[in-house]
């Protein structure tokens, strides 16, 4: 949400797998679940609608909700009805961005809530005009709020119409969706939280990467593409060594080296996959 509507943060990231979260969270009290946002005067909002409504007040030109009254009111509508529903399709199908569960069978109650998403999105269609493309015509928070949803809907095969397939792999394809999957894959558990007794197939956009972590240079660059600071930290990819200023700068490109711009500016390309 920030970075989609360049609105400038620090991220601060917590254990939610380790066991030290609430430790982790304490400083954000009595913020217990990500994502919490603290604003420059201290104020902690927790509740990403919540958030979304505080950015979106604070940041009126940055287009957090779509101008035209009807499509703004639609989207609060859409984004709300997310947060608070779909429970069944959010327990049955957790959120991961590791991989795409093959032969995955939804109960009856997972397709009850797609249908519904799948109405939703008709009539956001329906009041917007845009047939296909974000909701509202103009990437919004409604289509913010819907990625956790098309990551469900792709990482389990869940059976939508074309279109809306093809929405949803559009959403994950956004470049800041990419980099937030890439800074997750920075981090992993053992075991896997959210397993399935299936056989995974790759995640189908920046799915796959050739770049390896190396312990050693020299790198062909001096300064980290992304800092500019001395480089300590390296990678390898077709062939050619390049550095970093710390593990997390080298490690999130090593997950998906084209969702980085100035990583593939510097690499003169990168080859997507
Ligand atoms: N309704 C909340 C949901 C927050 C939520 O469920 N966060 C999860 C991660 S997505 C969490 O913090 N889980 C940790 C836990 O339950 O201990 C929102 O939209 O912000």
Redesign the pocket.
């Known amino acids: 949400m920030l970075e989609k509507f360049g609105l400038p943060y620090r991220t601060h990231m917590i254990g939610?797998y380790s066991g030290t979260?609430a430790t982790d969270m304490e400083p954000l009290a009595p913020a217990r679940?990500?994502?919490a946002l603290r604003l420059p005067d201290g104020t902690v909002v927790?509740?990403?609608?919540a958030m979304a409504e505080t950015l979106a007040e604070r940041h009126p030109e940055a287009g957090l909700w779509p101008t035209d009254p009807a499509a703004r009111a639609t989207a609060r509508w859409l984004c709300a009805e997310m947060?608070a529903g779909f429970t069944l399709l959010r327990d049955q199908c957790p959120m991961q961005l590791q991989c795409c569960w093959q032969g995955f069978r939804p109960t009856s109650e997972t397709r009850a809530d797609l249908q519904r998403i799948e109405t939703l999105w008709t009539h956001a269609r329906s009041i917007s005009g845009a047939a296909t493309g974000p909701l509202f015509g103009t990437y919004s928070l409604a289509d913010v709020f819907y990625t956790p949803v098309a990551a469900r809907i792709i990482g389990y095969g869940l059976p939508v119409s074309a279109a809306n397939h093809a929405y949803c792999l559009e959403l994950l394809s956004d470049i800041t969706v990419r980099q937030w999957r890439a800074m997750g894959k920075t981090v992993s558990y053992d075991p896997f939280p959210y397993p399935q007794d299936l056989p995974a197939s790759d995640w189908p956009i920046g799915g796959t990467s050739s770049a390896r972590a190396v312990d050693t240079g020299p790198s062909i660059n001096a300064a980290c593409p992304y800092s500019g600071k001395p480089v300590s930290d390296y990678l390898v990819l077709d062939g050619k060594i390049w550095g970093f200023c710390n593990a997390f700068c080298r490690d999130k490109t090593v997950a998906d080296p084209a969702a980085w711009p100035k990583f593939i500016q510097m690499a003169g390309g990168v080859n997507d996959s």
Request: net charge negative; charged share 10%; glycine share 10%.
């Open positions: 939610l979260m679940l990500v994502p927790g509740e990403s609608l947060v």
